[in-house]
């Protein structure tokens, strides 16, 4: 499985985010040792415990909810923030990676599915942040993109339309706020039940838990 994912991706230039999550480490070693570097992960207590783990060359990708008094905990080691969904966050971010002497790779989550319960900003309210001069003081960040979860639901043309939602936010942001910056590229978007989809939908970051480690207990 793993080795076909992999070469289907590396063919389209697509990231493979492998999602350990509820997964031990000795789990991750065994991809590891086929090759993978990064993986993903949704709490940060558990980001932090398989870091101090496993061998120091994984890229850590946080991909789920991050509450603003936890960010110190990964911000000497994290390699990207999949989900920042507001200003104080992204502040917050700014200042924990000053303090560790890095700069932070940090993706913008939007809001695309029909589900209430899901994080993430709509196209106004990052014009806002994106605007600010609260956001254009800060140094130690560097937002690379944008992130999206569709909606759970077998209605291929809903995800397909929420798909295409974001990869046009992530054009009008990219004309207005970022045509001089290389670093601003990525679209993370799609996950076990719905890669292929994103992927033909322009995603660059593949966000994969269960199809690569099996179902979570
Ligand atoms: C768990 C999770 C994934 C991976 O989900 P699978 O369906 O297991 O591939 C992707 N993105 C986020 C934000 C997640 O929390």
Not at 155 to 177: C, G, M, N, P, W
């Amino acid at each position: 499985m793993y080795h076909t994912l992999v070469n289907e991706l590396k063919t389209r230039n697509v990231t493979l985010v492998a999602v350990s999550k509820t997964h031990p480490p000795e789990r991750i070693d065994e991809l590891y040792r086929q090759g993978q570097r990064v993986f993903g992960e949704n709490k940060v207590q558990e980001l932090a415990a398989k870091y101090e783990a496993l061998p120091k060359d994984i890229e850590w990708h946080l991909i789920g909810h991050l509450q603003t008094n936890k960010v110190k905990l990964i911000a000497p080691f994290v390699h990207m923030i999949h989900s920042v969904d507001s200003l104080r966050l992204l502040q917050e971010i700014d200042k924990q990676a000053q303090k560790a002497g890095r700069v932070i790779d940090c993706l913008l989550q939007f809001h695309i599915a029909e589900e209430e319960t899901k994080f993430g900003l709509d196209e106004q309210e990052a014009r806002n942040l994106l605007e600010s001069p609260e956001y254009r003081a800060l140094t130690a960040v560097r937002i690379c993109g944008v992130m999206g979860m569709a909606s759970f639901t077998e209605d291929v043309s809903r995800v397909r339309a929420e798909f295409r939602h974001l990869r046009h936010i992530f054009k009008q942001l990219k004309t207005d706020y970022f045509a001089d910056t290389p670093w601003f590229k990525e679209i993370s978007m799609g996950m076990s039940g719905d890669w292929a989809l994103a992927v033909e939908e322009g995603s660059t970051m593949v966000r994969i838990g269960s199809l690569l480690f099996g179902e979570r207990s």
